[in-house]
Protein backbone atom coordinates (compact mmCIF):
# COMPACT_ATOMS: atom_id res chain seq x y z
CA UNK A 1 0.00 0.00 0.00
CA UNK A 2 1.46 3.43 -0.95
CA UNK A 3 1.30 6.39 1.76
CA UNK A 4 0.41 10.11 0.18
CA UNK A 5 1.20 12.80 2.58
CA UNK A 6 -1.57 15.22 2.32
CA UNK A 7 -0.45 18.69 3.50
CA UNK A 8 -2.08 20.68 5.98
CA UNK A 9 -1.66 23.60 7.44
CA UNK A 10 -2.16 25.28 11.33
CA UNK A 11 -4.05 27.45 13.02
CA UNK A 12 -2.99 31.25 12.39
CA UNK A 13 -4.60 33.82 14.79
CA UNK A 14 -5.05 37.10 13.16
CA UNK A 15 -5.82 40.04 15.90
CA UNK A 16 -7.43 42.98 14.88
CA UNK A 17 -8.20 46.40 16.17
CA UNK A 18 -11.93 46.94 17.22
CA UNK A 19 -12.83 50.92 18.16
CA UNK A 20 -14.45 50.24 21.63
CA UNK A 21 -14.93 53.77 22.31
CA UNK A 22 -12.87 57.00 23.20
CA UNK A 23 -10.80 57.94 25.75
CA UNK A 24 -10.54 61.06 28.40
CA UNK A 25 -8.30 63.13 25.13
CA UNK A 26 -11.36 61.96 22.47
CA UNK A 27 -8.98 59.29 21.57
CA UNK A 28 -10.02 56.12 20.35
CA UNK A 29 -10.04 53.14 22.39
CA UNK A 30 -9.13 49.57 20.81
CA UNK A 31 -9.87 46.15 21.76
CA UNK A 32 -7.68 42.78 20.28
CA UNK A 33 -10.09 40.30 18.34
CA UNK A 34 -8.31 37.30 17.52
CA UNK A 35 -9.33 34.92 14.52
CA UNK A 36 -8.56 31.81 14.12
CA UNK A 37 -7.66 31.36 10.40
CA UNK A 38 -7.51 27.56 9.29
CA UNK A 39 -5.08 25.36 6.98
CA UNK A 40 -2.44 28.17 6.91
CA UNK A 41 1.23 27.06 5.41
CA UNK A 42 4.10 28.41 7.69
CA UNK A 43 7.97 28.36 6.33
CA UNK A 44 10.80 29.61 7.41
CA UNK A 45 12.50 31.34 4.90
CA UNK A 46 15.55 30.65 3.75
CA UNK A 47 18.96 32.94 3.78
CA UNK A 48 18.50 32.78 0.14
CA UNK A 49 15.18 34.48 0.19
CA UNK A 50 15.84 36.66 3.30
CA UNK A 51 18.52 38.47 1.84
CA UNK A 52 16.13 39.75 -1.43
CA UNK A 53 13.40 40.67 0.85
CA UNK A 54 15.02 42.48 2.80
CA UNK A 55 17.16 43.93 0.33
CA UNK A 56 13.87 44.93 -1.18
CA UNK A 57 12.20 46.31 1.95
CA UNK A 58 12.38 50.31 2.30
CA UNK A 59 10.93 49.81 6.05
CA UNK A 60 14.08 47.45 7.40
CA UNK A 61 12.03 44.73 8.80
CA UNK A 62 13.45 41.60 8.62
CA UNK A 63 11.40 38.65 7.23
CA UNK A 64 11.70 35.26 9.44
CA UNK A 65 8.48 33.24 7.79
CA UNK A 66 5.92 32.98 4.46
CA UNK A 67 2.75 31.98 5.23
CA UNK A 68 0.61 30.71 2.18
CA UNK A 69 -3.12 31.81 2.93
CA UNK A 70 -6.07 29.24 1.59
CA UNK A 71 -7.88 29.84 -1.10
CA UNK A 72 -10.78 31.77 -0.61
CA UNK A 73 -9.76 33.85 2.37
CA UNK A 74 -10.78 37.34 2.30
CA UNK A 75 -9.00 38.90 5.55
CA UNK A 76 -6.91 41.62 5.34
CA UNK A 77 -3.13 40.60 5.68
CA UNK A 78 -1.35 43.82 4.86
CA UNK A 79 0.64 45.39 8.06
CA UNK A 80 -2.12 42.61 10.57
CA UNK A 81 -0.26 41.24 13.51
CA UNK A 82 -0.56 37.39 13.48
CA UNK A 83 -0.03 34.64 15.97
CA UNK A 84 1.68 31.57 16.03
CA UNK A 85 3.72 29.13 17.11
CA UNK A 86 3.02 30.80 20.48
CA UNK A 87 4.60 34.23 19.55
CA UNK A 88 3.21 37.65 18.02
CA UNK A 89 4.44 38.39 14.16
CA UNK A 90 3.33 41.50 12.04
CA UNK A 91 3.18 40.60 8.49
CA UNK A 92 5.71 43.00 5.90
CA UNK A 93 4.42 44.68 2.81
CA UNK A 94 1.43 43.08 0.38
CA UNK A 95 0.57 39.98 0.20
CA UNK A 96 1.65 38.01 -3.41
CA UNK A 97 -1.80 36.58 -4.85
CA UNK A 98 -2.00 33.73 -7.48
CA UNK A 99 -5.19 32.99 -9.85
CA UNK A 100 -6.79 30.41 -8.12
CA UNK A 101 -7.86 28.18 -10.80
CA UNK A 102 -4.53 27.68 -11.83
CA UNK A 103 -2.86 26.62 -8.83
CA UNK A 104 -3.62 23.17 -8.07
CA UNK A 105 -3.13 23.17 -4.27
CA UNK A 106 -5.06 24.74 -1.03
CA UNK A 107 -3.51 28.12 -0.72
CA UNK A 108 -3.05 30.55 -3.68
CA UNK A 109 -1.86 33.91 -1.74
CA UNK A 110 1.73 34.21 0.21
CA UNK A 111 2.30 36.68 2.92
CA UNK A 112 5.73 37.84 4.42
CA UNK A 113 5.92 37.97 8.32
CA UNK A 114 8.91 39.56 10.92
CA UNK A 115 8.99 39.07 14.45
CA UNK A 116 6.55 41.69 16.45
CA UNK A 117 7.02 42.27 20.26
Do not use: C
Amino acid sequence: MISMAILKGITVYLISKTVTGKDAFNRPVTEDVREAVENVLVAPISQTDVAVVNELSVSGKKARYWMAIPKGDTHQWEDAEVEFFGSKWRTVGYSTEGIESLIPLDWNRKVVVERYG
